[in-house]
């Protein structure tokens, strides 16, 4: 009993001490994306690009570019670094304007350094340093194997809209963090926004988080015969990762069920790519009800 409490207490600091390296390293990169996504877009295209025309004429060598680059730029740059300072909320706010609005691909730049900071780092940590023994994906895939994924995803989505729905009868807050919150509002009628939506945080993300959370942290208890320990302590924290500024407190503990489920599905079937097609479909599902705009838990 003693060296099964040990195990568990130990699993849990791991996978804790996973999410914070891998949550700090995301962070940094994320935030250099979005502050260069955002600076490059307040830059007035009509001031660079004579620059760069006279460079290629020959009016201009290279330091002369930098330096008349330099001249238009740094102003810009300084009133920037001063709005964020009074208001950080505005780097972000002003990054999902961009995105939602003209740049849809941008979300590739919240999913890649997901994938190299959550399974990239998280892999380097957990197979080679620690010795735990991660998902390998080499479980069945086949189409009957997605459908019956994709039909758990229809039914969570469905329970989570009924739950939401009691929640709401109730006046419990539901909102959301800034990111669903935008793209809620950006998503409807947009059937550009939507594609991208799908294919990124529908698709990608699903798959990213069903690797990191179940097909790492959750294999691990599973190995040591630890399974519902390592449900609760893993759902728990997949919820906790979505909470962030702005997102009402019952929103972590709606995702924590969501987790809870795509768990089980793991657990009950040893195959990630169902709770991966699960967790795909999901999360599409409310992509497409943003696009149609139905009063539904916007998680």
């Known amino acids: 009993m003693q060296n099964r409490?040990?195990?568990i207490f130990r699993l849990t600091a791991y996978s804790l001490g996973l999410v914070y390296v891998c949550s700090f390293f995301y962070s940094v990169f994320f935030l250099a994306f979005v502050n260069h996504s955002v600076l490059n877009h307040r830059i007035p295209e009509e001031q660079i690009q004579p620059l760069y025309e006279e460079y290629s004429e020959g009016k201009l060598d290279f330091s002369g570019l930098l330096a008349e680059y330099q001249k238009v730029?740094?102003?810009i740059k300084d009133q920037f670094?001063?709005?964020?300072i009074e208001n950080p909320n505005i780097l972000f706010s002003e990054f999902y304007e961009l995105v939602f609005t003209d740049k849809p691909h941008y979300l590739l730049g919240i999913s890649i350094p997901w994938f190299l900071c959550y399974v990239g780092l998280g892999y380097l940590l957990y197979k080679k340093v620690l010795q735990i023994p991660v998902t390998n994906l080499q479980d069945e895939l086949s189409i009957p194997i997605l459908l019956r994924g994709i039909i758990n995803g229809l039914i969570c989505f469905f329970v989570v809209v009924f739950f939401g729905l009691i929640l709401e009868r109730l006046s419990?807050?539901?909102e959301s963090g800034l990111f669903a919150k935008k793209l809620y509002e950006s998503l409807h009628g947009n059937g550009y926004l939507l594609a991208w939506g799908i294919y990124v945080v529908g698709?990608?993300?699903g798959i990213l988080e069903e690797i990191f959370f179940r097909g790492f942290l959750l294999k691990a208890f599973i190995d040591k015969g630890l399974t519902q320990e390592g449900l609760l302590i893993v759902?728990?924290?997949f919820g906790w990762l979505h909470y962030g500024e702005g997102t009402s407190v019952a929103i972590p503990f709606i995702i924590c069920g969501v987790g809870m489920f795509f768990g089980y599905l793991y657990i009950k079937t040893g195959n990630l790519w169902i709770s991966m097609a699960c967790h795909a479909t999901y999360n599409s599902l409310g992509l497409i009800n943003a696009y149609l705009q139905l009063p539904v838990v916007q998680s």
């Open 203 to 205: 698709i990608i993300t």
């Open 235 to 237: 759902s728990l924290l």
């Open 81 to 84: 670094q001063k709005e964020i």
């Open 73 to 75: 730029v740094t102003p």
């Open 5 to 7: 409490y040990f195990e």
């Open 172 to 174: 419990v807050p539901l």
